[in-house]
């Protein structure tokens, strides 16, 4: 058998890449290297444009040349990088040296001691880490977390009146309406996504071990402290003040968690509109020239709800892992973050994929009204709780003698099969006042929902 050609290990770097493509242009090797270019370049301009160590400021067309390693970044570069690397056995080293090649090619070498002055290299990691993490969820993972929550928005209000039998522990129970339904996952998606939205993106600038000790005794009389805030908050970062090497992760294992939250909520979701299929609550539309089945053609399976939950799961593995082990380092630095972070994009990625599939779904189901009625029309013992309730209003109110309401509607409906007429007989019989036997007798399955519909103006 023959080798085949080099292939990707990841489905969402093969068969799914299409779902997920935005995600790498932040999260991948190349992503976090450009964004590590960045900072070396953003820390240079802040330098020369203070006049700090003798400097002068760049003439704008410096800057514009240097920024543009930033802004053209792209395969001559990501290759220039791994020749650098494979010498320098140092990723972060390597990026120094491509940001002094280009300033030699721009005349700078008199500053070129300026790269990477007094920076570790986790000051640049860690902003670059905060950088990237925060354009892949703000630009392409909240953009479809939205869209799904848009479309169950769409679709709650567009059912919002139509009567379903709700399924407490899988049984019949107390209708609802599928508007409404949907409208508690709105509700609970919308709240996390609030949260995501809110996340802080920390990163620190303070050296070796979170002392300024090199910038100190490079210059005792600068304030770098502020210094330091400065430079992360022109990222567009928050700034952290206190830290050892590293930025403690802190805001990251509160950001993997949200969004694991929320997968975990998809999940829940991708799970009921797979019932609702399965009951034929919601017909799905098949897809032309799609196989449903290998051998039974008549078969429109909900694949896209499927793979939803599969892809909810892995992220939210690869995710819970991260948010716990992100936030422990030995003493002032260990290296275990290193390769840990290397594997955002796959927990963005199974969620982003999960969204996707989500989405497709909910396009492609309709809501089958005539199966809602008859499964209500089938099921009159529901009503059993109205009319308990009712008596034991007219108990209190001194307009019946019945004890025991409970029981005896018990008797009536517990585990059998009650049709319109037996009810309405029952009612009859009742020892209540006429004008609750009214509303009793006036009551149906389909009608017995409450406030269901009105709820749905709390989105």
Known sequence: MTALPPQPLSPLDGRYRSAVLGLGDHLSEAGLNRARVQVEVEWLIYLTSHRMFG??????????????????????????????EAT?????????????????????????????????SEDINNLSYALTVSAA??????PKFRAVIAELRAQAIEYRDDAMLARTHGQPATPTTMGKELAVFVYRLERIQKQIEHNDYLGKF??????????????????????SREFVTSLGL??????????????????????????RVLHNLATDIWTYISLGYFRQTPEPGAT??????????????????????????VLDSLAATLVTSRLQRDLTDSTTQRNIGVGLGHSLLALDNIQRGLSQIALDRDLLAADLD?????????????????VSAGRSQITDPYALLKELTRGKRVDHAALAEFVNGLDIGQAAKNRLLALTPQTYTGLASALVDHL
Not at 61 to 72: M, P
Not at 90 to 104: F, T
Not at 137 to 142: A, I, S
């Open 137 to 142: 969820v703000n630009e392409v993972w909240l």
């Open 88 to 120: 320098t056995k140092h990723d972060v080293k390597a990026v120094e040296y491509l940001v002094r090649e280009r300033m030699h090619a721009l005349g700078l070498d008199s500053i070129a001691e300026l790269t990477h002055f007094a920076a570790t």
């Open 238 to 263: 928050d700034w952290n003040p206190l830290t050892t090497q590293i930025e403690s992760h802190d805001w990251q294992a509160e950001l993997y968690g949200k969004v694991s939250h929320a997968n």
């Open 378 to 394: 089938a099921n009159w013992e529901i009503l059993g709780e109205a009319i308990q309730t009712v008596i034991r209003a007219e």
């Open 206 to 227: 303070s050296g070796a071990t979170g002392t300024f000790a090199a910038h100190v005794v490079a210059d005792a009389e600068a304030d770098w402290p502020r210094i």
């Open 55 to 84: 400097s002068t400021p760049l003439t704008e067309q410096q800057v514009r040349s240097l920024r543009a390693l930033v802004d053209e970044f792209g395969q001559p570069e990501i290759d220039r990088l791994a020749e650098l």
């Open 292 to 317: 449903g089945s290998s051998t039974m053609p008549h078969k429109v399976n909900p694949i896209r709800f499927e793979n939803a939950e599969a892809n909810l799961e892995l992220s939210s593995a």
